[in-house]
Each structure stands twice: as structure tokens, then as C-alpha cells.
């Protein structure tokens, strides 16, 4: 596994003026890996917009390396980089604890009055952290509750097959503790939740002091 990123241009527009929607981030994903395109085959991709320091970035956690060229295409030349993820999964340990970030599309299930079943966003900022709170036992971690945050909240649009459509997005950041690693390692490589083609999922993690 790899765990890659690079900066954005945001300075030059007419660089990224492509860049309007949830699907033109999954189609610069899928392009910077070219050898998967020419051998037909797909793999799953995580892939997360995070702001740092006045400066945002594209990160993708993915099975192989990504093309450097095709990476920067709408990134700032010089940027790019890659490195080993399987490293820092093997020095996952039951009872560490980690500062950890994660935007998701959080969405429950409703039963109308014909019974049929149908996905809903959770509405509310405090029922959006309720939710996230309550998947602890898929994540494999313990939250530790006083310091888990919803930092930020809002909708985004995806265009897909001349389709628009709007996505919930709240973005939780605090601190964990590891309870089972191999549920914890699965997350991290596979995403948690719904739309993870398109920005959503990506679990990253920091040591904590």
C-alpha cells in the first residue's frame, strides 16, 4: 500500500478550472494511474482534500504508486510524493493511541410507511456526531469522547453520468485508542461509509504525543 499526496495549484486557474465537482477529483484519481488503465482493471482508491497551513492537498491512499506526472496534473510541479503505507500499518499495536482525521458521508436508514427502505443524510451537527460515535466498534478504536470534534460540515457536488447530486460531508477529527488492529487496518485500507469513490472514507492517523 502507498500513502501519496500533492499540492493543488489553486493559484493558477485556468489550471484546475476542471476541478468544480466530486467527479472531477475521482476522474484525476483514477488517471494517475495509467498502467491500471491500460491493463483494464480497477482498484480501489481512497482519496481525501485536506487543507494544511494555507495549502491544500490531495491525498490518496491506493495498492500501487501513483504516476508522478499524472499526480501533479492539476498539482503544483514538484509536489508529488509517495510513501510506503504497509510500514506504518505493520506498527499498528493493540492500545496505541493516535490524533486522527476523517470526513465521511454520514447517511442512515429510514423505512417509509410501504416499508421500503431508503439511505437519508443525519441532519443535525450534534446527531451527525452522535453517529460517528456510535461506529467505534467498526473502526476497532475506543473515541475518546471529550476530544472527538466536528470540525467541519456542509454539502458537496458530484456530477456523474449528467447526474447532480448533492452529498452530506462532515469532517471528525480527535484521538483514538487501538482496540483491534486488524478491524482498524481494514478501514484504513478499504474506507469507511458510503461514496468512497468520491472523497469520502479516508482515515488518517497521526501518533500521539
Known amino acids: 500500500m502507498y500513502l501519496s499526496r500533492v499540492q493543488i495549484d489553486y493559484d493558477n486557474r485556468a489550471k484546475i478550472r476542471d476541478l468544480t465537482h466530486l467527479g472531477a477529483f475521482h476522474n484525476w484519481v483514477e488517471q494517475s494511474f495509467p498502467d491500471e488503465i ?5 482498484s480501489r482508491k481512497l482519496w481525501r482534500v485536506d487543507a494544511l497551513k494555507g495549502k491544500r492537498y490531495l491525498l490518496i491512499v491506493s495498492e500501487s504508486q501513483p504516476n508522478r506526472e499524472k499526480l501533479e496534473r ?6 508529488a510524493q509517495s510513501k510506503d503505507y504497509d510500514t506504518f500499518l505493520s ?23 410501504s416499508g421500503k427502505k431508503r439511505k437519508i443524510p443525519v441532519g443535525a451537527a450534534n446527531n451527525q456526531l452522535q453517529w460517528f460515535l456510535g461506529h467505534a466498534e467498526q473502526f476497532g478504536v475506543e ?5 472527538v470534534l466536528l470540525t467541519s460540515r456542509g454539502e458537496k457536488i458530484l456530477k456523474h453520468r449528467k447526474q447532480r447530486v448533492t452529498l452530506s ?41
Open 74 to 79: 492539476y498539482g503544483v510541479v514538484g509536489t
Open 169 to 209: 460531508s462532515a469532517i471528525f477529527e480527535g484521538m483514538l485508542t487501538v482496540i483491534d488492529v486488524d478491524a482498524l487496518k481494514s478501514v484504513l485500507t478499504n474506507g469507511f461509509g458510503r461514496e468512497k469513490a468520491y472523497g469520502f472514507g479516508l482515515l488518517t492517523l497521526i501518533p500521539a504525543q
Open 91 to 113: 506498527s499498528l499495536q493493540q492500545s496505541h493511541r493516535y490524533n486522527f482525521r476523517v470526513e465521511l458521508n454520514p447517511v442512515t436508514t429510514v423505512t417509509d410507511s
Open 38 to 42: 491500460s491493463e483494464g482493471r480497477h
Open 143 to 147: 473515541f475518546q469522547p471529550d476530544s
